[in-house]
C-alpha cells in the first residue's frame, strides 16, 4: 500500500512537499517516483528514482522539482519549488515492490495528491 500526503492549494512561487510511504510485507523497492495528471490529459511522469538514488526528471520539471527518497521509512518525497499554475494536477506516486516471499517486482500507486497553484 502507498499512502501519499502534502499536497494542496498554494500561490505561485511557493513551495510543496509530497510524501509518499509504503507499507506492507516489503522485501525491497526498487524505482519509486511521481506522475501528474490533468483532467483530460494523459498521465505524465514527473520523476522517479532509483533504489540507489539515481534521479530521472520530466525536463520541464528538472529545474524546481527534486525527488528523494527515504528507504528505511520506504517513503518518497517530491520537493516541488516556484510552482506555477500549470503545475496543478493530481500527483500519483508509485513503487516497484518486491514483497516478502516472492522474486518478481509489482508497481503499486498511492491514491494521489492534489495540487492547486494559484496566480
Known amino acids: 500500500q502507498l499512502q501519499a500526503s502534502g499536497g494542496g492549494l498554494v500561490q505561485a512561487g511557493a513551495s510543496l512537499r509530497l510524501s509518499c510511504a509504503a507499507s506492507g510485507s516489503i522485501f525491497s523497492i526498487n524505482n519509486m517516483g511521481w506522475y501528474s495528471q490533468v483532467p483530460g490529459k494523459q498521465r505524465e511522469s514527473v520523476a522517479r528514482?532509483?533504489?540507489?538514488?539515481?534521479?530521472v526528471y520530466a525536463d520541464s520539471m528538472k529545474a524546481r522539482f527534486t525527488i528523494s527518497r527515504d528507504n528505511a521509512k520506504n517513503t518518497v518525497y517530491l520537493q516541488m519549488n516556484s510552482l506555477k499554475p500549470e503545475d496543478t494536477a493530481v500527483y500519483s506516486c508509485?513503487?516497484?515492490?518486491?514483497?516478502?516471499?516472492?522474486?518478481?517486482?509489482?508497481?503499486?500507486w498511492g491514491q494521489g495528491a492534489q495540487v492547486t497553484v494559484s496566480s
Open positions: 508509485f513503487a516497484q515492490v518486491r514483497s516478502l516471499g516472492t522474486t518478481s517486482l509489482q508497481s503499486y
Open positions: 528514482i532509483s533504489s540507489g538514488g539515481s534521479t
